[in-house]
């Protein structure tokens, strides 16, 4: 079997979409904007209620950790600014603490206070 077989969508392999994706990252020159417009985009899929199941919350959980992570690796914040985030980061992961507990209206709340403290 050829790679990209398993993964294909009609007759272009996923593999294709990658390899244009991740010429366009190593061309683009990250900066403070991008990080907060990729953190608006995750809040906004969980805001939206389209996809609130524990799964998705914790990966938007994760997703925003990420990029916490890197403004702060890239300055793209000040030191008050990514400890703020970093503080509203933890409602957001104990919203998804637990898959017996989780309560897709507290993670919601939980993202708006994240949102919230975006710089």
């Given at each position: 079997?050829?790679?990209?077989?398993?993964?294909?969508?009609?007759?272009?392999?996923?593999?294709q979409d990658a390899d244009t994706l991740i010429?366009?990252?190593?061309?683009?020159?990250?900066?403070?904007?991008?990080?907060?417009?990729?953190?608006?985009?995750?809040?906004?899929?969980?805001?939206?209620?389209?996809?609130?199941?524990?799964?998705?919350?914790?990966?938007?959980?994760?997703?925003?950790?990420?990029?916490?992570?890197?403004?702060?690796?890239?300055?793209?914040?000040?030191?008050?600014?990514?400890?703020?985030?970093?503080?509203?980061?933890?409602?957001?992961?104990?919203?998804?603490?637990?898959?017996?507990?989780?309560?897709?209206?507290?993670?919601?709340?939980?993202?708006?206070?994240?949102?919230?403290?975006?710089?």
């Amino acid at each position: 079997m050829e790679p990209g077989a398993i993964c294909s969508r009609g007759d272009e392999p996923f593999g294709q979409d990658a390899d244009t994706l991740i010429k366009a990252m190593l061309g683009h020159e990250f900066d403070k904007g991008d990080a907060k417009a990729l953190a608006e985009a995750v809040i906004a899929v969980g805001v939206s209620g389209v996809d609130l199941d524990y799964s998705a919350a914790q990966q938007e959980a994760m997703a925003l950790r990420s990029i916490v992570a890197a403004m702060k690796l890239l300055k793209f914040a000040e030191e008050a600014q990514t400890k703020a985030l970093d503080d509203a980061l933890g409602p957001v992961f104990e919203a998804v603490a637990n898959d017996q507990t989780y309560r897709p209206d507290t993670f919601v709340q939980a993202l708006k206070q994240f949102q919230a403290k975006l710089p």
